[in-house]
């Protein structure tokens, strides 16, 4: 059985959240449905966690037992066993964590961008068809609207946020 309160410590939020539930819950297909989620996207979450945790070097069931530091990742592990097949000697090898490495250039750049960039005015999302109240139809099963696609219309540019799209009675 896995002691993910050991785990704790490699998990993002949302993980840590999993957790707390399924720690309160006793089982994970408790702790799934009180999250109204299926049980298998909660497995999934709890293996990506122990896969993480294996990645910085925490995996006991494979005698990995000391986490490599933060900004590395597990390169891998060297084991020394004794005549009755208890650990001896270890090594553990770590690189540098190249995803990490990568996602902080990224924010850095990001930071950069938001520096030299002028922000735009926000939009309001102008669906591709209009509804409105119809004087008079005959459409049988829906008398009371009636729908124009854009086309038919004058197309709706952005609207500025605070004054009303343009709608087009009939």
């Known amino acids: 059985m896995i002691d993910y309160e050991s785990l ?92 990490a490495e990568k996602e902080e250039r990224i924010n850095e750049i990001f930071s950069a961008l938001k520096e030299e960039l002028t922000p735009l005015k926000p939009c309001i999302f102008v669906p591709p068809v209009i509804v409105v109240p119809a004087v008079s139809t005959d459409a049988g099963d829906c008398p009371d609207v009636i729908v124009v696609p854009l086309s038919a219309v004058e197309p709706l540019s952005c609207v500025n946020e605070g004054e009303p799209p343009n709608v087009v009675f009939l």
């Open 8 to 99: 704790r410590q490699f998990a993002t939020p949302s993980q840590v959240i999993k957790l707390d539930v399924l720690k309160k819950c006793g089982t994970q297909k408790k702790a799934a449905n009180y999250l109204g989620m299926n049980i298998r996207s909660f497995e999934r979450g709890l293996d990506s966690l122990t896969r993480q945790a294996a990645k910085r070097g925490y995996d006991p069931d494979n005698n990995l037992l000391y986490p490599v530091g933060k900004g590395q990742e597990l390169k891998g592990q060297s084991v020394l066993y004794d005549a009755d097949g208890n650990i001896k000697q270890q090594w553990v090898k770590s690189q540098s964590d190249k995803t």
